[in-house]
């Protein structure tokens, strides 16, 4: 059974409450909680929280009931893993085993089904010890991402033999994006971080791997929205 997972803090440095605002017409986490709840290959789900108004959404929804998350857990610092080792232990202590751990980032609203199919499809296929979504960088470490050296001067953060002179050129590079994980039960349980196993890249496009963390990024996500609202309308 596949179990489905979103992680959803009440504190926000970046935007207040903002896994609980209203996104065109519905909760912030509601983007992804539609789609678990939506996709025939989740057997269950479960929502990560420390807000009670968000868990009882959440349980009203079908979520399973594992309580609140410990307060060390709760921090903005806290680590994402540890959140989720908490999530699966507590989950299968009510529904037995899993076969693997569906993470949607509650901030990336863009993402579409096919994404998360994508990302499992990709698991089954591969068998890794996890998938970690990715878009292709903007900005390249071997080419355009420079660093001070010590003298104060500026030099290229990744420098290969001979220089690399295009973007083109240069090794292809990926942003980790916050948006859709797919993780090995038994990996997520032994590990202490994400990569000291296997962890292979399954690709999103940009437009669809925006994570908001700012009130400019809301109001970007507000707009794409809008916009594939209205293509959705014309089809």
């Known amino acids: 059974m596949i179990l489905g997972h979103i992680g959803a803090r009440k504190g926000s440095k970046g935007v207040p409450g903002k896994n609980f605002r209203m996104l065109y017409g519905k909760p912030l986490i509601d983007w992804?909680?539609?789609q678990l709840f939506a996709n025939p290959r989740v057997g269950a789900v479960v929502v990560s929280t420390d807000d009670e108004?968000?868990?009882?959404?959440?349980?009203k929804r079908g979520a399973l009931e594992i309580g609140l998350r410990p307060a060390?857990?709760?921090t903005d610092s806290a680590p994402k893993w540890g959140v989720w080792q908490?999530?699966?232990?507590?989950s299968e202590a009510l529904t037995g085993p899993v076969s693997a751990f569906l993470d949607l980032d509650c901030t990336s609203p863009l993402r579409l089904p096919e994404d998360i199919d994508g990302a499992l499809t990709l698991y089954e296929i591969e068998h890794p010890d996890m998938v970690m979504s990715v878009c292709e960088a903007r900005k390249n470490p071997y080419f355009n991402l420079v660093e001070l050296r010590p003298d104060g001067g500026l030099k290229v953060s990744k420098e290969l033999p001979g220089g690399v002179w295009s973007r083109q050129s240069a090794p292809k590079v990926w942003e980790h994006a916050a948006s859709t994980y797919v993780v090995n039960p038994d990996y997520l349980r032994r590990a202490t971080s994400i990569y000291e196993g296997r962890v292979i890249p399954y690709e999103i496009p940009p437009e669809?791997?925006?994570?908001?963390?700012?009130?400019?990024?809301?109001r970007l996500v507000e707009w794409l929205l809008?916009?594939?609202?209205?293509?959705?309308?014309?089809?």
């Not at 908490?86 to 507590?90: D, F, T």
């Not at 669809?208 to 809301?218: H, L």
């Open 32 to 34: 992804s909680l539609d």
């Open 53 to 59: 108004a968000i868990y009882d959404h959440a349980v």
């Open 72 to 74: 060390e857990l709760a």
């Open 86 to 90: 908490h999530a699966l232990a507590a």
């Open 208 to 218: 669809r791997c925006v994570d908001i963390d700012t009130p400019f990024d809301f």
């Open 226 to 235: 809008s916009e594939r609202l209205k293509e959705a309308s014309h089809d």
